[in-house]
């Protein structure tokens, strides 16, 4: 397993306490294929840099996770036909 960061803006259409269910399917995404979550932070709503669909602002949370390389591909995938998240980075942590 590798480590990862995940940063996911999710669109200012979702609710600030709807926020969690969105990092809730992501969580269990990773644990149902093995990896473990470790932090989560949410950096709360801010103002983008530039405007991504028409959306001025967006909800960032960050989080730290393990999970096997083969399965990066299919949370990519999925976090990219997400309607609650507009943009996400996904890196490997170097150890």
């Known amino acids: 397993m590798r ?3 995940l ?14 269910g969105v990092m809730a399917k992501v969580t269990e ?7 473990e979550v470790g932090k989560v ?7 983008l840099a530039y405007h991504i669909d028409d959306f ?13 390389p083969e399965h990066t591909k299919e949370l990519v995938a999925s976090l990219e036909i ?11 942590i170097d150890s």
Do not use: C, M
Not at 14 to 20: N, P, Q, S
Not at 41 to 47: A, C, I, K, L, S
Not at 56 to 68: G, M, P, R, S, W
């Open 56 to 68: 001025e602002e967006a909800t960032y949370v960050q989080a730290n996770f393990k999970l096997d």
């Open 29 to 35: 995404y990773v644990a149902g294929r093995g990896g």
């Open 3 to 5: 480590d990862y960061e």
């Open 41 to 47: 932070n949410p950096w709360g709503r801010r103002r």
């Open 7 to 20: 940063v996911l803006l999710v669109s200012p259409q979702v609710a600030d306490e709807d926020v969690a």
């Open 82 to 92: 997400s309607e609650d998240v507009i943009r996400h980075l996904l890196v490997k």
